[in-house]
């Protein structure tokens, strides 16, 4: 068949993707859920990045799918893995003991989780899933969207979708410009949304860097250094204007204050080590653990297994999309052949902590991601095309410093809440870090809400917010709720024969919609987290 028609049409399958279609068929909606590669997840497994949340996320703070979702990868391990005693009794089970979360797992586990959770929705024929397509062209009857063509990264075959409500859960936003919907990228200026942090100018190519992750273990004693890239040289000497030495080394800035500090990469350390050298994101063998082998029987692993998502592969020239597609496969290429390029050099030339250098047992993991290359399936997106909103988040409404009550800004029109510092990582355009305090905050309606287009809804990162704000509401279980919002939405205007501006607008429909995602696990406000 080369057309098929739904309700819902969810185009992109990483986690606020999926949350979307599995939203949306839980309210019996028929769903089509497309994605370009061969996993679903986005983020927490195609890209290899561990969950990244804030502190409370045990207590609340996040939907009950959410939870679901990291409580189904906790109950995986303990059904499947051979853990210790204590690690399988402990309440919140971290497999991988990682500081950057309380749940580092490997991205295999949490691919098969999510598969669990769709799987009842395609098994009644609620949800058909199409995986290696990616969108190539759309069309619109004035400010409807009409249809979505997607094709196939096999056979290069086509297939057109048409449906009620079609939810842009691309890492990118390519359904944006295929749709002709309102859309910024990159930098706006200060006299745009008058952020304290935004330049004088805009600057749609400046965009954070993408990163291609890639996993490690290490085998004392082997050797497993993989061929010189014939690039080599170029990565290794490179130094932006801005950072302590060159990117290849163990110094990065701290984040907050741009202090050049002191990283290190030890193998297997003890607790004294720890204790001595600092954890957080100084420790790098354990801040993005995924695998400690000392929670499992003795044997099972012969080491730990570490995904690197660090400073040193962040990829600096240039942007990954909103340029030409040579330009975009240069870039995505770049990165990749960075990410090597790292690797030869901590296998090689990284300085050792008892004076020597190079870690040849260092090996390379592409199994942890079913890939030949050896890295990530796709690249980690910080970023993405973002919608000219109903409602644009900005600055002033979630950094401390413009918050004199110490408390975001609050909306009535709240679709879920999410907290995260601004975190902006090095971007195409120069800058360096920038990272601003925020406060834990809301998800308002009206930045899901495109100005015009009426029935395309954004279910990922491409929501109302500024590149500054993207900093704090571009992590995991934000982008879950996202979609999760949008995917309810869009089960709610098909039901209620209402538009999702509708909804915003007429205050008994706002309230049965919210009324709708508090029965379903999602919170649309804070406890008072003063203490915690």
């Not at 592969?313 to 999309?321: A, E, K, W």
């Not at 592409?366 to 644009?392: C, K, M, N, Q, W």
Request: a negative charge; glycine letters at 10%; one cysteine or more.
């Amino acid at each position: 068949m080369n057309e098929i028609r739904a309700d819902v049409a969810v185009i992109g399958g990483g986690l606020g993707g999926v949350a979307a279609a599995l939203a949306a068929a839980r309210h019996g909606m028929s769903v089509v859920l497309t994605e370009e590669t061969d996993w679903i997840g986005g983020q927490l497994t195609s890209q290899g990045v561990p969950a990244d949340e804030h502190p409370w996320i045990e207590q609340f703070g996040c939907t009950a799918s959410y939870r679901a979702l990291r409580d189904g990868i906790r109950d995986y391990y303990r059904r499947a893995y051979p853990l210790t005693t204590t690690a399988r009794s402990a309440r919140f089970l971290n497999p991988g003991g990682g500081a950057v979360s309380r749940i580092c797992a490997e991205p295999r586990v949490g691919l098969a989780v999510l598969e669990a959770m769709l799987a009842p929705h395609r098994a009644a024929g609620r949800l058909d899933v199409r995986l290696r397509h990616r969108p190539v062209a759309a069309t619109t009857d004035g400010d409807t969207v009409t249809s979505v063509t997607v094709q196939s990264q096999d056979t290069d075959q086509r297939l057109t979708i048409t449906a009620r409500y079609v939810l842009d859960a691309t890492e990118t936003g390519e359904l944006l410009p295929l749709t002709g919907t309102e859309y910024v990228t990159g930098f706006e200026s200060h006299e745009d949304t008058g952020e304290p942090s935004a330049p004088a100018e805009r600057q749609p190519l400046n965009m954070q860097a993408v990163s291609w992750c890639f996993a490690v273990d290490h085998l004392e004693g082997e050797d497993h250094i993989i061929d010189k890239p014939d690039d080599y040289a170029v990565w290794r000497d490179f130094q932006p204007p801005y950072w302590p030495g060159k990117m290849f080394g163990l110094v990065a800035p701290k984040p907050h204050s741009l202090e050049p500090v002191q990283r290190t990469f030890e193998p297997h350390h003890d607790a004294e080590f720890n204790r001595r050298h600092g954890g957080g994101d100084i420790d790098l063998w354990q801040f993005r653990r995924i695998i400690a082998r000392d929670n499992f029987s003795p044997g099972a692993f012969r080491s730990d297994i570490v995904v690197v998502n660090w400073p040193m592969i962040d990829y600096l020239s240039g942007p990954v999309f909103e340029v030409d597609d040579d330009e975009a496969a240069f870039h995505h290429e770049g990165a990749r052949r960075m990410s090597l390029s790292f690797l030869y050099w901590m296998q090689t030339e990284m300085p050792r902590m008892d004076g020597g250098t190079g870690l040849p047992g260092l090996r390379l993991r592409g199994d942890v991601f079913g890939t030949s290359h050896g890295l990530a399936l796709y690249p980690y997106i910080r970023e993405s095309r973002r919608i000219v909103a109903e409602y644009t988040i900005v600055e002033q409404d979630v950094a401390r410093a413009t918050r004199p009550d110490s408390t975001a800004r609050s909306y009535d029109e709240s679709v879920g809440v999410g907290s995260y510092r601004i975190d902006l990582h090095p971007s195409t355009g120069g800058d360096n870090y920038i990272d601003v305090g925020s406060l834990p905050f809301q998800i308002p309606l009206g930045a899901l809400l495109p100005v015009r287009t009426r029935n395309l809804l954004p279910a990922a990162k491409n929501i109302g917010t500024t590149h500054i704000t993207n900093g704090c509401y571009r992590l995991h279980p934000v982008e879950w709720n996202i979609g999760e919002a949008a995917g309810v939405l869009a089960a709610h205007c098909v039901a209620q024969k209402a538009t999702p501006h509708q909804v915003r607008h007429d205050d008994a429909q706002l309230r049965a919609f919210q009324k709708t995602l508090t029965h379903d696990g999602v919170e649309l406000s804070w406890p008072d987290v003063h203490g915690y």
